[in-house]
């Protein structure tokens, strides 16, 4: 069955910075491209970013272009979100996804995310 | 605001059909045929439901359908169930990146 756990999750001061984790398992985490998207407190969702199952392409939302940084590890089954210089409105559930056909097929339970 | 646009509410009652529009541009939903929607329960992540304008993954009710005309897509839920009632997103692919509806609430009466 596949999974993904979201954790990395917390309170963080305007312009901290968090590193959110995504553990994969139950599928070949290697031949899957993943995403992030977000959802602000009572609001609609919001794709992040997007990276490729080998790394080579990576995309951000303009919303977090220069301060946030997607990864993954392979070897590992993980997917990472670097955040830096967080502002109030990145305040957020951020679920991990699993990309098919353009479409997120799995997702994570979400790790909440608070800045203040 | 939203790149896609969605009615903020819909409602039908039980057994009843049920049409939910999703308005984008010809760069993302009229430009691509990767409209996907996405039903979320409160306090749970989202479940993708139809992907490809049309396609439904395993194990997704052939109650729930897809379609697009132009910049405009659909996703009718027919036969309405109580489990149905959920908010309902639109996605769509728009060239190195995807953009969201606002979402839309479904009651079912």
Redesign the interface.
Known sequence: EVHLVDSGGGLVQPGGSLRLSCAASGFMFSGYSM?W?RQAPGK????VS?ISSDSNTI?Y?DSVKGRFTISRDNAKNSLFLQMNSLRDEDSAVY?CARE??????Q????SLVIVS | Q?ALTQPPSASGSPGQSVTISCTGTSSDVGG?N?V?W?Q?HPGK????MI??VT?R?SGVPDRFSGSKSGNTASLTVSGLQAEDEADY?C?S?AG????????TNLTVL
């Open positions: 995403i998207v609609g969702l919001e794709w997007y995309v939302a679920y098919t056909a353009y479409a997120f097929d997702w994570g339970q979400g | 939203s691509y990767y996907s996405y979320q992540a989202p479940k993708l992907y490809e396609k993954p997103y996605s692919y190195n990146k995807w953009v969201f509806g606002g979402g």
